[in-house]
């Protein structure tokens, strides 16, 4: 629920304990009077913000994109990811996402309106098992600036379920149309009537697509630097070389994922640094950093992915059963997330399935970018140690330390085996001396079982002995997406792919 996000952050007068300390700039919005904060009570009712204005005019009315409480929205604090907000019901004031809220009236505050999301991710959301034949979602268009997409889900006997998409076009009057001969004044109508009849669509429309939550930036105002009383650890999840990872909560309200670091693993102060670069790089694809407790032993704070790391998932989970499509479609969604750490010039580092987290639907997400430049072993740092991923890592970057985006291009190569294989180590039977020995001879894994040459060919492109010859992930992600209709249109599953 929605008060999940910034119950944490609130009080009431009768509360004893002193969360000044923890939250000081709610201390000054308490001395400033805005009066008492308390966590708002969350119903399933329709959130309706009203934005108050200093001059009293009539306020502008948003909607919740997610079903809550009645809230208004103080102007002075809406701006930043949290706006102080009060419900119309209640009184009672707190934080809410800025994310969580769009303006009444507007296509945002639709159900059906998923905003800017590409062709690829609105066929995965609409392809999840149990969505119905109609199912449907409107989004910006990728290559017509100004203009929608209407995507529908659809069954046929030769390729049954299948997404279909339509270009909603505008008109110059300000209308909208799929086709000139059903012009609509607005979205809302155009939807309305395709709901009602196909009309020339593949189907009609029945059921708006389920969404999901979307990130909130941060667990609640002010809330990056926590006090490690705040965590509470309740599940351990795995143990590496450097620390545990443990399910838990925080504030008693939000499930997140705890990283902790072994003291010593790295400078507190060298840390903090790197975190505050990598709290900023926001992405679907990337797990979100929520906080830190920067005292050692280091606590990092993520979002919780319920199906853990890709590798235990491909070796011990439901990924011991999934077929070629999903493999590379999973493929795909990391490449989506390599491609954006490459636009904005940050390097991984240490990039490979234990790196990886999945979620609900096949969902995966990047992890741990960054860190791996920050560790302090001697077993890690002197880059040939037991401790440091040899068999995933570039020749230059093992050898001379030169990381860049190449050498990541070239873990992500080494990935896409352990994708394919379903976790096998890479480099079966050989020790990291020899990986390192054999690759620098011009060594490269042959084709695993049951993988399409064409599959293997951009593993090889990924393993080019110069760095600037292997592709962008940009080229990469592309080529996943469209590999069954460009690659492999005739692709059969086997027993194992």
Known sequence: ???????????????????????????????????????????????????????????????????????????????????????????????????????????????????????????????????????????????????????????????????????IRKLDNGGYYITTRAQFETLQKLVKHYTEHADGLCYRLTTVCPTVKPQTQ???????????????????????????????????????????????????????????????????????????????????????MGKGSLLDFLKEGEGKYLKLPQLVDMAAQIADGMAFIERMNYIHRDLRAANILVGDNLVCKIADFGLARLIEDNEYTARQGAKFPIKWTAPEAALYGRFTIKSDVWSFGILLTELVTKGRVPYPGMVNREVLEQVERGYRMPCPQGCPESLHEMMRLCWKKEPDERPTFEYIQSFLEDYFTATEPQYQPGDNL
């Open 1 to 167: 629920t929605l008060c999940d996000y910034y119950t944490g952050v609130s009080w009431t007068g009768h509360n004893k304990k002193d969360h000044s300390k923890m939250y000081p700039r709610l201390q000054v919005l308490r001395e400033r009077s805005v009066g008492m904060l308390t966590a708002v009570m969350c119903t399933r009712a329709e959130l309706n913000v009203h934005f108050s204005t200093i001059s009293h005019k009539s306020p502008k009315v948003f909607h919740g994109i997610w079903k809550y409480d009645q809230l208004a929205l103080q102007p002075q604090t809406t701006e930043g990811d949290w706006w102080e907000a009060r419900s119309i019901n209640t009184g009672k004031k707190g934080y809410i996402p800025s994310n969580y809220v769009a303006p009444a009236d507007s296509i945002q505050a639709e159900e059906w309106y998923f905003g800017k999301m590409g062709r690829k991710d609105a066929e995965r959301l609409l392809l999840v098992p149990g969505n119905q034949r109609g199912t449907f979602l409107v989004r910006e268009s990728e290559t017509t600036k100004g203009a929608y997409s209407l995507s529908i889900r659809d069954w046929d006997d030769m390729k049954g379920d299948n997404v279909k998409h339509y270009k």
């Open 218 to 304: 941060g667990l609640a105002k002010d809330a990056w630097e926590i006090p490690r009383e705040s965590l509470r650890l309740e599940l351990k999840l795995g143990q590496g070389c450097f620390g545990e990872v443990w399910m838990g909560t925080w504030n008693g309200t939000t499930k997140v994922a705890i990283k902790t670091l072994k003291p010593g693993t790295m400078s507190p102060e060298a840390f903090l640094q790197e975190a505050q670069i990598m709290k900023k790089l926001r992405h679907d694809k990337l797990v979100p950093l929520y906080a830190v407790v920067s005292e050692e032993p280091i606590y990092i704070v993520t979002e919780y």
